[in-house]
């Protein structure tokens, strides 16, 4: 074949729109492909923080608990009765007992309040 006898063929325009038809086509479906995945990842990135949340969280209720019972237990009379006797302390004697003057009844005291004030009454 020499050169004056090569084939030569036409384009056919709708060939090429044709192409880039399918290639648009094809990057549209790869972006969508790479967006379904994209979303799915970071479902599962939530879903894996949203586990670590709740499970701090059932630790610190369970700590609340546990912190409430042990107020409850510091806070109850017998064991501040206990820890009183450990560290010497014993009830008052009846002589040890003086009641403040503004708690008994018709004392002057030495707080009273007039008009909703606290003041002091010198002596």
Do not use: C, F, W
């Amino acid at each position: 074949m020499t050169n004056a006898q090569r084939l030569h063929r036409e384009h056919d325009p709708r060939a090429r729109r044709i192409l880039v038809a399918a290639l648009a086509a094809a990057a549209v479906l790869v972006g969508g492909a790479l967006t379904v995945v994209g979303m799915r990842v970071q479902q599962v990135q939530l879903a894996y923080r949203l586990d670590e949340v709740r499970a701090r969280h059932a630790r610190a209720e369970a700590n609340v608990r546990q912190l409430e019972i042990e107020v409850a237990t510091l806070r109850s009379p017998g064991r501040v009765e206990a820890r009183a006797r450990q560290l010497g302390l014993v009830a008052p004697g009846r002589d040890q007992v003086r009641l403040a003057r503004e708690y008994v009844a018709g004392g002057t005291g030495l707080a009273a309040t007039r008009g909703g004030r606290i003041e002091a009454l010198a002596k």
